[in-house]
């Protein structure tokens, strides 16, 4: 058995796969930090296979996909992302650009892909790591809020398409609130919310998806959020959130 993970050499991603190695499966880790690799190794006893690209590169997508088209995958993780925020005035289009890019083209190039191969075959699972800021709309991290929707969204339409044509394919959508990862260094940001461990989060991702559940949502103040999501106005969570974090 062997699976592949984007982002899978840090925080969620890592964790995420060495759930999957305890279980058995063979790696195949994307990222760009190298460097962390050993630490994945030396915890494992299965084979970890890395590959470095850039996945805010639309051609290194294509290019993961062709190195790995003979490659027989049962599992991917589309895990790779980043956050930001900052004041409108303040924030970095540039950065945003790429995050849309890694958040959401590339979860849709690799997504799609690994869905048609498994749906070929009849059989594999695909997680969409996504986030509870996917539940909301949120003021100062507003590209990141838009491109976990987009994944969000996305996955939920491939869900359905894949019980209608009674595929035995499976999908899942990770979402999860504030983790103690390198997130809030990267998006410079300071959550003021309890966070989740990582190592928490990536094993009850795995084992909520292998027994087949489509919306994983790890905590129960996240699960809360989530219901009354559904019924308070956008304007009223977009005030709430404001207060939940705050710039470095």
Do not use: W
Not at 111 to 140: D, H
């Amino acid at each position: 058995m062997k699976a592949l993970i984007t982002g899978g050499t840090s925080g969620i991603g890592k964790d995420i796969a060495i759930s999957l190695a305890n279980r058995g499966y063979d790696l195949i880790l994307v990222s760009r930090k190298e460097n962390e690799l050993n630490k994945i190794k030396n915890k494992v006893k299965t084979n970890v296979t890395f590959i470095s690209l850039d996945l805010t590169k639309e051609e290194e997508c294509f290019k993961l996909l062709n190195m790995t088209k003979d490659i027989d995958v049962d599992v991917f993780i589309n895990n790779a992302g980043y956050g930001d925020i900052g004041r409108i005035n303040k924030t970095d289009i540039n950065k945003e650009i790429n995050m849309v890019k890694l958040n959401d083209i590339a979860t849709l190039v690799l997504g799609k892909a690994f869905l048609l191969r498994f749906i070929e075959k009849n059989k594999g699972y695909v997680m969409f790591v996504a986030s509870a800021a996917a539940f909301g709309v949120a003021p100062y991290m507003n590209v990141y809020y838009a491109t976990k929707s987009f994944v969000y969204s996305l996955a939920h339409g491939y869900y359905r398409e894949l019980r209608d044509m009674k595929s035995n394919v499976r999908i899942s959508v990770l979402c999860p609130g504030p983790v103690k990862t390198n997130f809030e260094r990267v998006a410079n940001a300071k959550f003021n919310i309890n966070s989740l461990s990582s190592e928490y989060v990536g094993e009850y991702a795995v084992k909520k998806m292998l027994k087949n559940k489509f919306e994983i949502v790890p905590g129960f103040s996240i699960k809360m959020g989530h219901f009354f999501s559904h019924f308070i106005p956008k304007k009223i969570i977009s005030k709430f959130l404001r207060k939940q974090s705050e710039m470095k």
